[in-house]
């Protein structure tokens, strides 16, 4: 259960004289544990994606019961993980690792649409694809700046991570419920990368009457629709820009740039969101299936 906050005025930093209006792509609410809903969003936007994958007629012929095999693979790996070359070394790809390769997946609405190629390759134990889903991986974490990363999130979100929620929440979530996952790894490694702030300072609701626009993806699993909706409860002057075929990622596209422009131009008029609205779907993968080893 969380703290109530109290409330604040807050105007965007400290400079916040400077600040005539601000777009956010990507938001995180304030006061949110992160930590414990990173889970919870990866769930949802997983389950999100092979839902309309089961919607879509060509992607269900391909790949039916997706999500009945998702759960049996991962229960699987859980004994018998998978073992294969990558990059001409021997490799081991546990069920933590599968988790990492979906989640890494859902950042980008091109490698969501191999998102049930991969689910059968865990099935079939066919490596490629997941070869090719570990070398964008790398690419991804190469460009990280671990240590910023954590001193951030343990600055930012430690005080609010609650141990004994994450573990009720992973005992009854449809996916992680069968696995004997570690949930809180980040959470161990972050205590003991520095002390964090002053956790009731954070705690406070933000309020501000700056106009801001709030830019999110509909399949985003690290700062879903729901952060941005819960922020906007506090922006006298906010606007909520949602591209439902997105990820965390490409949400600068033409139309934002025209959103964008158009609030900026007038940032206290509700800009014309017409062109969000229009549907990108999924491109899936429909790749030949793959061959069952004996």
């Known amino acids: 259960m969380r703290t109530k906050r109290k409330s604040i005025n807050f105007q965007f930093g400290i400079f916040h004289e400077g600040v005539r209006s601000a777009i956010f792509a990507g938001v995180t609410a304030p006061g949110t544990d992160n930590i414990n809903d990173y889970y919870r969003n990866a769930e949802h936007s997983l389950l999100t994606v092979l839902e309309r994958c089961e919607n879509d007629e060509d992607c269900n012929k391909r790949y039916p019961n997706l999500k009945e095999r998702l759960i049996n693979s991962l229960v699987k790996l859980q004994s018998n993980p998978l073992k294969f070359e990558y990059e001409d070394k021997p490799f081991t790809l546990n069920v933590q690792d599968a988790l990492t390769v979906l989640s890494v997946s859902l950042y980008d609405r091109h490698s969501i649409g191999n998102i049930p190629l991969l689910i059968e390759a865990l099935e079939n134990g066919e490596s490629k694809p997941l070869a090719n889903a570990l070398k964008a991986i790398e690419s991804i974490y190469t460009l990280v700046n671990w240590p910023v990363h954590y001193s951030i999130t343990s600055d930012d979100k430690l005080s609010f991570y609650d141990e004994k929620s994450m573990a009720e929440y992973l005992q009854q979530s449809e ?77 600068l596209t033409p139309c934002f740039f025209k959103i964008a422009e158009d609030f900026l131009n007038n940032p206290f008029q509700k800009p014309d969101l017409e062109c969000s609205s229009i549907r990108n779907p999924i491109e899936w993968n429909l790749h030949k299936p793959v061959q069952k080893k004996n």
């Open 175 to 251: 996916i992680f419920g069968r696995l004997a996952i570690s949930s809180n790894l980040e959470a161990e490694l972050l205590k003991y990368w520095h002390t964090y702030g002053d956790s009731e300072f954070k705690k406070q609701t933000i309020i501000s009457e700056i106009p801001a626009l709030l830019v999110s993806g509909g399949l985003d699993h690290v700062t879903p629709i729901s952060n941005a909706t819960e922020t906007l409860k506090h922006l006298k002057n906010g606007y909520e820009l949602i591209f439902p075929d997105e990820g965390h990622n490409n949400l």
